[in-house]
């Protein structure tokens, strides 16, 4: 079975580390959107937490960076007056250095990634969504800062008013992320961000239609009225959605066969008109619940 991924970088990549198991021939799309450069070099938070998950070195304890990291660098720039602030282990550093090199020597990012991810061991594709530069702005009283400012610098503590791909205009999906699209028998979208994570890849020209010729099912990072992690609820909201799975279902509405709900949401099964919405147990605390949930994916499929 040929199965693509959208992904962001945290409730996705727990399910990647069952599906790896599971699907012989994976390809995982990446959100880029969220990248940033920071002491110079280039970091792409999503594409490394989906690297890190499927080689088995991601911390699961924070679901970034690399397991039993040190921060020795991060801690001597702070101590020379260099403000870094997004806390960067010395492992992890290590990778943005390793693309920040290939970039300059004239790689594509797709191509830095293909090296990156064969260097971890990682068998499955790994794809950025585009090879434009995309930029996730938040707008709020405060004025407008890069996603990574609003949820790292600040906490995601600032009031959200809206939300804005700066650049998205100009993104195109790549041969290779299109032709992962069409030979694929189906598509999974991850727990990640609705409006963060996989908007931004719905937005690369040629990525919904793509989407649109294949049975794609997505599993909601929302339970109840609150998000697993992560600001989703503040970012929904922003955008006009309920905070709830069938808001979920909303952001998707034009493509999406089948949703994914936590049981404890099973009373909303048959509540959507154009989306058959399924309910399991969609809480991930380990590899076995990883795999338990991707062998069900993979039965709706």
């Known amino acids: 079975m040929k199965i693509v991924v959208l992904s962001g970088g945290t409730g996705t990549p727990k399910l990647l580390r069952g599906l790896k198991e599971l699907v012989d021939d994976l390809t995982v799309i990446v959100n880029t959107a969220e990248d ?9 938070p999503d ?3 989906v690297v890190y998950a499927l080689a088995d070195v991601i911390d699961d304890e924070k679901w970034w960076g690399i397991k039993g990291d040190t921060f020795k660098t991060h801690e001597q720039l702070k101590r020379l007056g260099f403000d870094e602030f997004m806390m960067i282990g010395d492992l992890d550093r290590a990778t943005h ?4 090199e290939l970039l ?3 790689y594509t990012l797709t191509e830095a ?4 991810k064969n260097a971890f061991g990682v068998k499955a594709e790994v794809l950025p969504m585009c090879e434009e530069e995309v930029a996730t702005i938040i707008v709020t009283p405060q004025g407008e800062m890069h996603f990574q400012e609003f ?10 008013i809206d939300i804005y791909f700066k650049g998205i205009e100009n993104a195109k999906a790549t041969d290779d992320v299109i032709k992962a699209l069409n030979r694929c028998d189906g ?8 409006v963060t994570s996989i908007t931004p890849i719905l937005l690369v020209k040629g990525i919904r239609d793509g989407l649109r010729r294949k049975k794609v099912i997505a599993v909601s990072p929302i339970i109840g009225n ?22 979920v279902a909303d952001v998707y509405a034009d493509f999406l066969d089948v949703l994914v709900v936590d049981n404890s949401d099973a009373d909303l099964v048959g509540r959507y008109k154009d989306i058959e919405v399924v309910a399991t147990d969609t809480i991930m605390k380990s590899k076995e619940d990883a795999k338990r949930l991707s062998e069900f994916l993979l039965e709706l499929l």
């Open 36 to 44: 940033i450069w920071i002491s110079g070099n280039k970091l792409c």
């Open 47 to 49: 594409i490394d937490s």
């Open 97 to 100: 250095i390793f693309r920040s």
């Open 104 to 106: 300059k020597q004239g």
């Open 113 to 116: 990634t293909r090296k990156l």
């Open 151 to 160: 949820w790292v610098k600040h906490k995601g503590e600032p009031d959200v």
């Open 187 to 194: 598509v999974i979208i991850g727990p990640s961000n609705p």
């Open 226 to 247: 609150k998000p697993v992690s992560g600001p989703a609820g503040k970012f929904m909201r922003a955008k006009g959605y309920d905070v709830s799975p069938l808001g």
